[in-house]
C-alpha cells in the first residue's frame, strides 16, 4: 500500500498558496507546529486526514497536543515541533533517542529543511511554509510511503 504525505511546518499564520496545492494533493498533511492561526488549517483538505501538532507559538490552540505519531505502511512518523530538544537547534540526537521506534521524526521550529537520513529514525524539517524566515521561499515535503519498498522525500520551495 502506498500513501502521500504532505508535511508543513512553521506557518505563522499564513501559508503559501504553492504549499496548500501540494499538500491537498497528498492522503495526508502533517503540520508540525506554530500554526499561530487556525485558518491556516482550513486551507489544507488532504484526501484522507490532518494531523498537527503545537509549536511553541501555539499555546492558545490547546485542542492540539505537542506529539502526534502515525502508524503507516512500512513504518511510524513521530511529529514534534522540537523546541524541546535544544532552543536554536533542536538535536537529532535527542529527538532519535527519545523516539527509537520511529523510522521519520518531522520536527520544525528552526524554520530551516533538514533531511536527515545519517541514521534511523530519519529526522526532517520541511521549513517554514510561511513567510516569516523561510530562507529563501515557503519549504514543504511529500513522503512517498510504502510497506514494500524505500520511503522518499521530495522537497519543494516556493519563492
Not at 46 to 74: I, S
Not at 97 to 105: F, M, Q, S
Not at 141 to 151: A, R
Amino acid at each position: 500500500m502506498n500513501k502521500k504525505i504532505g508535511i508543513l511546518s512553521d506557518t505563522h499564520g499564513v501559508v503559501h498558496p504553492g504549499v496548500v496545492e501540494v499538500i491537498n494533493q497528498c492522503d495526508i498533511a502533517i503540520h508540525a507546529g506554530d500554526i499561530v492561526d487556525i485558518k491556516v488549517l482550513q486551507k489544507l483538505n488532504p484526501k484522507q486526514k490532518l494531523v498537527a501538532v503545537q509549536g511553541n507559538n501555539d499555546t492558545h490552540l490547546a485542542d492540539f497536543k505537542e506529539v502526534e505519531m502515525l502508524d503507516l505502511p512500512g513504518g511510524k512518523i513521530v511529529i514534534e515541533h522540537g523546541h524541546k530538544h535544544g532552543h536554536h537547534q533542536p538535536s537529532h540526537d535527542s529527538l532519535r533517542e527519545t523516539y527509537p521506534d520511529a523510522k521519520v521524526i518531522v520536527y520544525g521550529h528552526t524554520h530551516k529543511q533538514v533531511i536527515d537520513k545519517d541514521k534511523t529514525p530519519w529526522v526532517i524539517n520541511p521549513g517554514a511554509a510561511g513567510e516569516i524566515r523561510n530562507h529563501g521561499g515557503a519549504k514543504c515535503f511529500v513522503i512517498d510511503v510504502s510497506d514494500s519498498q524505500e520511503w522518499i522525500i521530495t522537497p519543494y520551495t516556493f519563492s
